[in-house]
């Protein structure tokens, strides 16, 4: 990151950056993303799945995903740090993020987008906060004794470059208007969106602030419980710059009631993000973290990715995503996502514990 130099100065810019990363993610909202949604790893990977054809929900490109990954190739670029990795446990990582995916499809937002929410004024996400936090504390207690998701190790560039490749890809046939069953670059209709070119030029902005502080919404939460509190001092930096140009544009709203793209079903957005932390924290990271290390050469992030977009597909095919409130309806889980989000919080916790417990054998024997 900024990381190593001056550790003091570094992380006061750090928290700087992330302030202005805040406005510009409620600048996107006021461009036209929905609401509290300007940057959200799981939403807008969802988005791109219902693009690719893989379920018949949301389906846009969205270019801030593309812009993320290539941003932090960028930096990586640029400070002579892009190295290839490989080596950790990817089928895990697939499966964890795919898990996190959905309970993010029954709370609503990854753990990025949370921290918009809460900046949004959205009462039903501060009320379902405790879930995150509990999801990070329980991993953090399994790490303790010994789980581990594997070490990386370097390998040959081109397979660290095979991810941000893609990203670009795929954001060259949108930029030249292929069809991708969503709105092509440019248009007004469809899916909620801000201009493409403003989305992803905040995108790759964002996606070398995220790379140079290593910032993730997961690994913020995880200070609360022990380490250095810059990150966390960071996180609320975001969500106060996020306040200052959502009232500036007139898209703060306080309360439970009126919320976009949000439910008011406290139990289950409260479990479903207690999955999503859990999940998060032992995959390593969230989702953003996890588009931002693929741009950076980790090629196990960009398996993460696509079990992202895969949990994200499901959850729309299975009919496990919630339902948002509205002026007509309540909204809420579905009795599917209720279902899922116990079962997998069941087979996670029995995962973690196998892991850890594996590791405590090995180090005795």
Request: charged share 10%; proline share 4%.
């Amino acid at each position: 990151m900024l990381r190593g130099e001056h550790p003091v100065r570094t992380r006061r810019l750090a928290i700087v950056l992330l302030l202005v990363l805040g406005g510009l993610a409620a600048a996107l909202v006021a461009a036209g993303n929905p609401g509290n949604m300007g940057l959200c790893g799981a939403c807008f990977l969802r988005d791109l799945g219902g693009a690719l054809g893989l379920h018949k929900g949301p389906a846009i490109v969205r270019p801030e995903v593309c812009g993320l990954a290539l941003g932090a190739l960028l930096w990586s670029l640029l400070r002579r740090r892009h190295v290839g990795r490989s080596g950790s446990h990817a089928v895990a990582r697939f499966l964890l993020c795919v898990a996190m995916a959905i309970g993010a499809m029954v709370f609503l937002g990854c753990p990025f987008r949370l921290l918009q929410r809460l900046g949004g004024g959205d009462a039903n996400a501060w009320l379902a906060l405790p879930g995150l936090l509990l999801g990070v504390a329980i991993a953090r207690q399994f790490e303790q004794r010994g789980y581990s998701l594997g070490k990386t190790q370097e390998v040959p560039r081109a397979v660290g470059l095979l991810g941000p490749l893609v990203c670009l890809g795929i954001l060259i046939a949108y930029g030249v208007g292929a069809d991708f069953g969503g709105p092509a670059a440019g248009a007004t209709t469809g899916p909620a969106h801000a201009p493409w070119l403003l989305a992803t030029g905040i995108a790759l902005s964002a996606g070398m602030v995220l790379s140079a502080t290593g910032f993730c919404a997961i690994s913020a939460v995880r200070t609360i419980f022990g380490g250095p509190r810059w990150m966390l001092w960071a996180a609320l930096a975001f969500v106060l710059g996020y306040v200052a140009i959502a009232a500036s544009t007139g898209k703060l709203h306080f309360g439970f009631a009126g919320q976009p793209v949000a439910h008011g079903d406290w139990l289950w957005n409260t479990l479903a993000l207690l999955l999503v932390g859990l999940c998060g924290a032992l995959a390593g990271g969230c989702p953003v973290r996890q588009i931002v290390m693929a741009g950076e050469g980790n090629g196990d992030a960009f398996v993460g990715c696509a079990g992202l977009v895969v949990g994200g597909a499901l959850a729309h095919t299975l009919q496990l995503a919630s339902a948002p409130a509205t002026a007509q309806a309540l909204g809420g889980a579905s009795a599917n996502g209720k279902l899922v989000v116990v079962g997998l919080l069941v087979l996670v916790l029995a995962y973690a514990f196998a892991m850890a417990k594996g590791k405590g054998s090995a180090a005795a024997a």
